[in-house]
């Protein structure tokens, strides 16, 4: 049965004005429309439908979406594909996996987005094992070499700390572009391995049937940045416009800033964010904090920092990391003024959590966390472990505690870090030749990596920990980044 006229009058109406809304998170004007949908009898068609669960899911109102979804008389597979991305945008990759599980139920065959969509959602999660799983569902639907669908997986197994099966796979596939090119720098990237995003990079210009672009350019500059390559990483960068005809944009330029700062070259840093031909944003400025941190450097830390509340007067991480130099430098009366002007807007600092599976359970630990059943082994095993890495040569870093407590106290504050705790867990709890994987929500700090490369040697144990930045891979008392993340 055809749409009369007024339909197709509406859709054209309300399409654009939906797609807005979830652009710019307005989540009482998608209810009014969809209220307004409801009231013409439109809203269960497959187009609107699928445009509702789009603005709900950016709206961050995924039960909402949810609803909407499962109120759909027809289901394309845009539908499910639509419906599976609002879950992973709001970090809900377990239940997006699930979903995509769910379409073999309905009778519904998920397509080349929706294979995309899922894999995704396992990379957000570093869900290895469910995303091995899609691969294998992606070969039997003769979906692997699809580049959408290859640039996924490569970027899933990337992103699983994977390097060698995303290596396998892109070598599989005939027919390259930039963008799975680019996906399987970042491969290597996330592995920590900068001198094989290098070493590949050549061959992208011998591939003829496409070029180097900025993204492409962008994830070699980001690969040196964590090699600590400066000097490759100034070469590509000058290279650009007279060997690649791509001009840099405002990312190139950060990613110069932060490995210059994180060399120590802070005035370099610093003239560099000041003299690009954009205007510095709150990333650059929030770069050159950071750096400015890590050296000590207040005066510009300052500057920076005040640059970033100019832009973004509500910019927490400003205060936060403003907080962490002037504790680092000493400056108590600075930190204290600053903590209360936190307490006064609201600003808490991130508190770090590390995860590990222990077969099919995640267990999530916090800092001197005592919740867990079995914490009595873990502390006993902390204590053990500890006496073996200091005999071993280890010492506590307690430059690496900000807060204003004895020495005694902070190396105390040091034994007990979440991802310490995980790690004790996996030593007890998983076989004994085994690698440990855990996740980390914030960088990992100094003092807990030294003890982790100490812990892979006595212990015998390869130990993975990827952290906000990359992917570590500590083994025999060394660690992947090569001291440098």
């Not at 709206?59 to 008389?73: K, L, N, Q, W, Y």
């Not at 894999?119 to 294998?136: I, K, V, W």
């Not at 210009?205 to 350019?217: F, K, P, Q, V």
């Not at 982790?452 to 920990?465: E, L, N, P, W």
């Amino acid at each position: 049965m055809s749409k009369c006229p007024g339909d197709a009058i509406a859709l054209h109406e309300f399409a654009p004005r939906l797609r807005q809304c979830g652009i710019a998170r307005a989540l009482e004007e998608g209810r009014r429309l969809h209220a307004q949908l409801i009231d013409t009898g439109l809203d269960t068609g497959t187009f609107l439908g699928n445009l509702l669960v789009q603005m709900y899911g950016k709206c961050g109102s995924i039960d909402r979406a949810r609803e909407v979804f499962t109120a759909m008389p027809d289901r394309s597979p845009v539908s499910w594909t639509t419906m599976i991305n609002a879950l992973a945008h709001n970090g809900l990759w377990k239940r997006s996996i699930a979903l995509f599980a769910e379409m073999d139920l309905d009778g519904a065959r998920p397509d080349r987005l929706c294979f995309s969509a899922a894999l995704d959602s396992c990379s957000s999660g570093a869900a290895l094992r469910e995303g091995r799983l899609l691969h294998a569902e992606a070969v039997a639907a003769g979906l692997e070499d699809e580049l959408l669908v290859a640039t996924a997986l490569i970027n899933m197994y990337g992103k699983c700390g994977r390097s060698i099966q995303a290596r396998e796979l892109f070598d599989r596939i005939n027919r390259k572009d930039v963008v799975l090119w680019t996906a399987m720098f970042g491969a290597y990237a996330h592995s920590g391995d900068a001198i094989a995003v290098i070493n590949l990079f050549p061959s992208l210009e011998l591939e003829g049937s496409c070029a180097s672009d900025a993204i492409a350019l962008l994830a070699v500059l980001s690969a040196c940045i964590h090699a600590g390559r400066l000097h490759d990483a100034r070469r590509y960068f000058l290279s650009m416009i007279p060997d690649y005809g791509v001009a840099p944009f405002v990312d190139h330029f950060v990613c110069m800033v932060d490995l210059l700062g994180r060399g120590g070259q802070i005035e370099l840093a610093d003239d560099l964010v000041r003299s690009m031909p954009f205007q510095a944003d709150c990333v650059a400025w929030t770069i050159l904090l950071g750096a400015c941190r890590i050296h000590r450097d207040v005066a510009r830390g300052e500057a920076a920092a005040e640059k970033i509340l100019e832009l973004e007067p509500g910019n927490a991480g400003a205060f936060v990391q403003l907080l962490n130099l002037y504790e680092a430098a000493g400056m108590r009366s600075r930190a204290a003024r600053i903590k209360r002007a936190m307490e006064e807007r609201g600003i808490k600092r991130l508190p770090g959590r590390s995860s590990i599976q222990i077969h099919d359970t995640v267990h999530e630990f916090t800092v001197g966390d005592t919740d867990h059943p079995r914490r009595e082994e873990i502390y006993a095993e902390l204590r053990r472990i500890g006496v073996a890495i200091r005999e071993a040569g280890y010492q506590p870093d307690r430059k690496s505690i900000l807060h204003d407590v004895e020495e005694e106290e902070k190396e105390e504050m040091l034994c007990y870090h979440s991802e310490k705790l995980a790690i004790a867990l996996g030593l007890i709890a998983s076989p004994p030749l085994s690698t440990i994987n855990v996740v980390k929500n914030l960088r990992v700090c100094q003092d807990c990596h030294t003890a982790t490369k100490f812990i892979s040697k006595v212990a015998g144990r390869r130990i993975v920990v990827r952290d906000t930045v990359r992917f570590h891979h500590f083994e025999g008392g060394a660690c992947s980044c090569g001291d440098y993340w």
